[in-house]
C-alpha cells in the first residue's frame, strides 16, 4: 500500500509540474508563434489583396474612360476598392476578434492535481 501511494503522490507532483511547465513557458511560446502566423497570413492576404485592387481598378477605370470619360467628377463619391482595402487594420480585427471571446467557455480551466492520501494507508487509530 505504501508503494502505491508514495508512487500516486510522485505521479501527482509530476502532473503538477507539467502543468506549471505548459502555462508559464509552453502556452505562452505557442501562443506568441500562433500570433505571428495569423500576421504573417493577414500581411500577405492584404497584400495580395491590394495587388487586385489596384489591377482591377486600373482595368475598369482603362475600360470605362473608354466609354465614358470623366471630366471633373465630383471626389466626394463611394470609396474606391483601394481606399477600402488600404483602411483594413489587421491588427486591431485580430484583436477584437480574441476580445469577443474573452470569457468564452472553450478555454480550459480544469482545476490542479492535488494529492489526497487514500483512506486504506492512513493510520488505523483503533489498534
Known sequence: RQNA??????????????????LASHRPQTIHQLRQLIFECDSGVTLQLQKYAAFNERHLLGKGLCVSPLKNAPSDGPKSL???VHEIDSTKDFNQHILTHEGSSGAVKAPEVQYHRHAVSLPNPNP
Do not use: F, H, N
Open 82 to 84: 483601394r481606399e477600402a
Open 5 to 22: 501511494d508514495a508512487d500516486y503522490q510522485a505521479k501527482v507532483q509530476a502532473a503538477q509540474s507539467a502543468r506549471k511547465e505548459l
